[in-house]
């Protein structure tokens, strides 16, 4: 089955730094990847969609110069948290499905804690 | 009204009970149904996914739909300890995937 792999599962960072998480899907392209914020016992929330070879869509509320996404290849886009700040901190997922299925059917990935101090 | 509702619980059964998971919906523009499972700081694992209505079934797990009434149902039959965690549904059709609250299950022994 389809497969995403997230890195790094764990990361704790200063305040003021930037920290980058990457998705890979490994047996399958991805034309279209999706980021996901999650607060401690709340459900995910869509941050914004990456496509491959073009700039990201981002929902309404979710700052695009704060969390980079860059879709560079079919198999990998990266978030990166800028100027971090503790109320950066939470659970980030991506997922992916492979292309055409668009939003459909999606596989996630294991996520990626992130501390800010 | 949010486009997918569901019960946030949480749920507590015994161990072998049958559990019913549900969600609602307004969009009648929503064609794929799925499930995912989610243990506490774990990604969402996809458990089922419908594709319009009608049933699915694997092994414990059966997947219901309904979109007349624009409702879905996950049944789980002889619920073990294992299964405690959060359940979410979720719903694409415009190539965008919501999901619901998630709903919390605890099977105790």
């Known amino acids: 089955g389809a497969v995403v792999s997230q890195h790094p599962s764990w990361v704790i960072c200063k305040s003021g730094t930037s920290v980058k998480i990457e998705c890979r899907s490994l047996?399958?392209?991805?034309?279209?990847m999706f980021w996901y914020r999650q607060f401690p016992k709340q459900s995910l929330m869509l941050m914004a969609t990456?496509?491959?070879?073009?700039?990201?869509?981002?929902e309404q509320g979710v700052e695009k110069d704060k969390f980079l996404i860059n879709h560079a290849s079919l198999t990998l886009s990266t978030l990166t948290v800028t100027s971090a700040h503790p109320e950066d901190s939470s659970f980030y997922i991506c997922?992916?499905?492979?292309?055409?299925?668009?939003?459909?059917?999606?596989?996630f990935g294991a996520g990626s804690r992130l501390t800010v101090l | 009204q949010k486009e997918v509702e569901q019960d946030p619980g949480p749920l507590s059964v015994p161990e072998g009970a049958i559990v019913s998971l549900n969600c609602t919906y307004s969009?009648?523009?929503?064609?794929?149904f799925m499930w995912y499972r989610q243990y506490s700081r774990k990604g969402p694992e996809l458990l089922m996914y419908?594709?319009?209505?009608g049933n699915k079934e694997d092994g414990r797990f059966t997947a219901q739909v309904d979109k007349s009434s624009k409702y879905i149902s996950l049944f789980i039959r002889d619920s073990q300890p294992s299964d405690s965690a959060t359940y979410l549904c979720?719903?694409?059709?415009?190539?965008?995937?919501?999901f619901g609250a998630g709903t919390r299950l605890a099977v105790h022994p």
């Open positions: 997922s992916a499905g492979p292309t055409g299925a668009g939003a459909n059917v999606l596989t």
């Open positions: 047996d399958f392209q991805a034309t279209t």
């Open positions: 990456s496509n491959e070879g073009s700039k990201a869509t981002y």
């Open positions: 969009n009648s523009a929503f064609q794929y």
């Open positions: 419908t594709y319009s209505s």
């Open positions: 979720a719903m694409s059709g415009y190539n965008k995937l919501i």
